[in-house]
């Protein structure tokens, strides 16, 4: 019985609603791919302005599909790293991203080199507790 209110919890969740609100853009038909990044609002909105900095693309973010249990199972495992999630979809894999940079890398205090993805590539951000997507006005499917 327990395994069936997890089931139904699953089903009813937001999670649903973000899907078909992530993969019902309009793409003519065309596969994209959609990558996930989980941290705090505040940083959210900060991408949505500048852009979204990494240095390994691939090790920071999660590919996923329109799938509420595969979607669910990594949010799961992102779940130290804050409330929202970042969506980035484009019409072609990304590998490391490197060549979609919008300015000069540069280097961190850590020493890594840092590249700055452009904000039309992030599709928006939302909230896992509420459900609430904020969309990015200036998106765009590439």
């Known amino acids: 019985m327990k395994h069936i209110k997890l089931f139904e919890k699953i089903l009813t969740s937001p999670m649903v609603e973000?899907?078909?609100h992530i993969y019902d853009i309009g793409s003519g038909g065309k596969r994209f791919y959609t990558y996930l990044h989980t941290t705090d609002e505040d940083t959210c909105k900060k991408v949505l302005e500048d852009g979204f900095e990494f240095y390994i693309f691939c090790l920071t973010t999660d590919e996923i599909s329109n799938d509420v249990d595969t979607l669910n199972f990594?949010?799961?495992m992102r779940k130290a790293y804050g409330d929202c999630v970042i969506v980035m979809q484009f019409l072609h894999f990304i590998d490391d991203g490197i060549d979609m940079a919008i300015k000069e890398p540069?280097?961190?205090e850590e020493?890594?080199?840092i590249y700055t993805l452009p904000s039309k590539y992030v599709r928006g951000f939302f909230n896992k507790?509420?459900?609430e997507f904020v969309d990015n006005p200036t998106f765009e499917l590439l």
Request: proline share 0%; no cysteine; charged share 35%.
């Open 111 to 113: 020493e890594d080199l």
């Open 106 to 108: 540069y280097y961190n």
């Open 74 to 76: 990594k949010l799961s």
């Open 18 to 20: 973000i899907l078909d």
């Open 129 to 131: 507790e509420t459900g």
